[in-house]
Every structure is written in structure tokens, then in C-alpha cells.
Nanobody, 124 residues
């Protein structure tokens, strides 16, 4: 059974940085596209970033472009989200997700496996 476990969330002041990690167990990341989504208070879950298996296909939501960086270490079965210049509107529960196959998607329904989420709170 595939399991995703996020960590690295916390409370940070605006302008600060956090690095989220997502460790995948149960199988290797081979063939999976990985993504981060987030859900803020009273909001729907939204796409944040995506990276394909080869790491060549990387996409970001406009709201985080230039501030967030997604990366993956397939040998460690781990995906990261480096978040810089954080803003209060980045406050949300951040979820890691895995999608079988090589095609890009920013639709949560396309993803097969999800972590339980990690809370990120940015104070002003």
C-alpha cells in the first residue's frame, strides 16, 4: 500500500521560509508525477506545484511562481517543497499527492495517493 507522509510545516513570519518534505513508502516513485496542493481556511483545495518523474516537467501555480520550488529525490522516495518569501495568504494545510503516469495535471482528481497534510501558518 502506498503511503505519503508530509512534514516540515509550522508557524513562520511573513517573508520567512519553510521546507516541506513528503516521504513515500510502499513503492518507489518511478513512473509517478508528484504534486503539492493546499487548502486554506474556508477555501477549496488548490494546486501549488507539480514535478514529473524525470524532473524535467515542472509547473507552478501563478500565486507561488518565483517563491516556491518543488524538487524530488527518487533515491530517497522523497519530494520537497521549498517555500520562500512566505505571505499570510500562503496559510493552509499542504498536501503531497502522487499520480501514476507521465502527463502533467493540476487537477486533484487526477492524483491517486494523498498524504494527511501538514499545517503551514504565516503570520503578518
Amino acid at each position: 500500500q502506498v503511503q505519503l507522509l508530509e512534514s516540515g510545516g509550522g508557524l513562520v513570519q511573513a517573508g520567512g521560509s519553510l521546507r516541506l518534505s513528503c516521504v513515500v513508502s510502499g513503492r518507489t516513485l518511478s513512473g509517478y508525477g508528484m504534486a503539492w496542493f493546499r487548502q486554506g481556511p474556508g477555501k477549496e483545495r488548490e494546486f501549488v506545484a507539480y514535478m514529473g518523474w524525470s524532473s524535467l516537467n515542472t509547473r507552478y501555480a501563478d500565486s507561488v511562481k518565483g517563491r516556491f520550488t518543488i524538487s524530488r529525490d527518487n533515491a530517497k522516495n522523497t519530494v520537497y517543497l521549498q517555500m520562500n518569501s512566505l505571505k499570510p495568504e500562503d496559510t493552509a494545510v499542504y498536501y503531497c499527492a502522487a499520480k501514476w503516469g507521465y502527463g502533467y495535471s493540476n487537477d486533484a482528481h487526477s492524483f491517486d495517493y494523498w498524504g494527511q497534510g501538514t499545517q503551514v501558518t504565516v503570520s503578518s
